[in-house]
């Protein structure tokens, strides 16, 4: 879990107006909505002046940092073998190549990818473990609504 979820949570009230407390993430479930994709959290936030009571509507927002020209891939392209992972590429000459990459963090059903590729790079989503080095592939692009179909391995 991020630092930034510890304590750094802000809370706006239904009026928009802005909690003077802050707060953290005590816990997060493990499971994830079959069907909205979403975690359910516990925060924590200080209540000394029993401000808030049961039943009051507001919404949570977690700090994050905006990275500009961040490269994202799905979580199904990527393969982890003894704690490397690995993405198949397309070459110009479309064929396959392994690449070593290190990942940052999760976004949603995405990884940030910190080093290994560069813009442009084309990524092998579906059938990654039936392709080898200098396969020859016949490319079809996908969008990202095509993305949250379940995989075709």
């Not at 808030?52 to 891939?73: C, H, S």
């Not at 940052?104 to 560069?118: I, P, R």
Request: proline fraction near 4%.
């Amino acid at each position: 879990m991020p630092s930034s979820f510890k304590e750094n949570l802000k809370l706006i009230l239904s009026d928009g107006s802005e909690y003077t407390l802050t707060g953290g993430v005590e816990q997060i479930d493990k499971g994830v909505g079959d069907t909205t994709g979403t975690i359910t959290l516990k925060a924590l936030f200080g209540n000394s002046q029993k401000f808030l009571v049961p039943g009051m509507f507001a919404k949570i927002v977690v700090p994050g940092e905006f990275r500009k020209d961040a490269i994202l891939v799905p979580q199904r392209a990527v393969k982890e073998i003894l704690d490397e992972t690995f993405v198949t590429i397309v070459t110009a000459d479309n064929k396959t190549e392994i690449r070593k990459v290190k990942m940052d963090e999760k976004v949603g059903n995405m990884w940030v990818v910190a080093e290994g590729l560069t813009a442009g790079d084309c990524v092998v989503v579906e059938g990654i473990d039936k392709v080898k080095k200098d396969t020859a592939l016949q490319v079809t692009m996908i969008t990202p609504e095509d993305l949250q179909t379940p995989a075709k391995n």
